[in-house]
């Protein structure tokens, strides 16, 4: 699922280095779980919980069987984003981010034209590409909350990609306290195997990993490069 701050294109180079010492049965969490392009590529015991409460719906709907619209006019997205308790949550959710520009939540009405000059539909891109994530998060355990509220098994291998610091923010919420976040971090260290996905990170903490990418986040000031890093505390 296209999600801006979406790690699809580095996750290929993390994930051996979060997965390396995973034991069997062992969980794997991600609190900042969005469009599921990072555990959709795990195995085994997962679980995935977001704060945007519309996401999670939409995806509890799709394990269940539920089906995204294939087509989608301005009109209704407009509708849909000014007066989202009238609507399905799962609906809301798809609309929100699988119909929008870049994947960003409620951040336009995605649309466009194709290299031939021929109408774009995205929302049934959206849709095609969401189902076929579907078989791989099948056994995903969904949950609608706050990484501070999550409860995380014991010894569990917890992967975060929460909203970067003085970057455009990109999700249902307006406000992210790094702060604590970071000490959020610290704390769930004594029990677990924690790895944070930022360009920077507190002292305390060391880059395991990192590599130079172009980034589109920032759309007033167009595409710009930057460092994606991983870190543990130390």
């Known amino acids: 699922m296209k999600y801006v701050g979406s790690k699809r294109r580095i996750i290929k180079h993390i994930l051996p280095i979060i997965l390396q010492d995973r034991e069997p049965d062992q969980w794997y969490v991600e609190p900042f779980v969005g469009g599921c392009n990072s555990i959709d590529k795990v195995t085994g015991n997962r679980i995935g919980a977001d704060i945007n409460e519309y996401l999670i719906a939409m995806w509890l709907a799709l394990q269940n069987g539920w089906q995204p619209p294939k087509t989608l006019s301005f009109d209704q997205y407009?509708?849909?984003?000014?007066?989202?308790?009238?609507?399905?949550?799962?609906?809301?959710?798809?609309?929100?981010i699988g119909c929008s520009y870049a994947g960003k939540w409620f951040g336009g009405f995605a649309?466009?034209?194709?290299?031939?000059?021929?109408?774009?539909?995205?929302?049934?891109?959206?849709?095609?590409?969401i189902l076929k994530q579907l078989p791989y998060i099948s056994d995903v355990r969904f949950y609608a909350t706050s990484y501070d509220k999550l409860y995380i098994p014991k010894n569990s291998i917890v992967y975060c990609d929460p909203p970067y610091a003085n970057s455009t923010k990109y999700g249902a919420i307006s406000s992210f306290d790094h702060d604590n976040f970071w000490d959020w971090v610290r704390y769930m260290s004594r029990w677990h195997t924690v790895y944070v996905?930022?360009?920077?990170?507190?002292?305390?903490?060391?880059?395991?990993?990192?590599?130079?990418?172009?980034?589109?986040?920032?759309?007033?000031?167009?595409?710009?490069?930057?460092?994606?890093?991983?870190?543990?505390?130390?």
């Not at 407009?78 to 929100?96: A, H, P, R, T, W």
């Open 111 to 129: 649309r466009g034209n194709d290299s031939f000059d021929n109408p774009r539909n995205y929302v049934d891109e959206s849709r095609r590409n």
């Open 78 to 96: 407009k509708d849909i984003k000014n007066n989202q308790n009238f609507y399905d949550s799962e609906l809301v959710g798809f609309v929100g």
């Open 197 to 234: 996905s930022e360009y920077e990170a507190p002292t305390d903490f060391e880059c395991v990993w990192s590599k130079e990418i172009i980034s589109s986040l920032d759309l007033d000031t167009g595409n710009k490069r930057n460092t994606e890093k991983l870190f543990r505390l130390r």
